[in-house]
């Protein structure tokens, strides 16, 4: 998809929700089918912030903690 690599978007996030929680991680089909940025936008909102919520018991602080080690550790390059 154009920019943005999907796999390495997943491992990093997979890799996070692991080191920090140990806990279950997200399959490639929540990103399935996405072609755009509007596409990753929807899944991302729609489909992985709620699976992730629902991980954490919709604790915010975990969710904060998964995102942001998340967004530091992604390098675009």
Known sequence: MGEIDLEKLLIC????ITALFGRDQIGHSYL???QSVEDLHFA???R???LLQEYF???GQK???V??????KLDWD
């Open 48 to 50: 992985i912030i709620p």
């Open 57 to 59: 018991y919709n604790d």
């Open 44 to 46: 991302w909102f729609h």
């Open 32 to 34: 399935m089918g996405v």
């Open 13 to 16: 996030l997979n890799q996070c």
């Open 67 to 72: 995102l942001g080690d998340f967004v530091r």
């Open 63 to 65: 969710l904060k903690a």
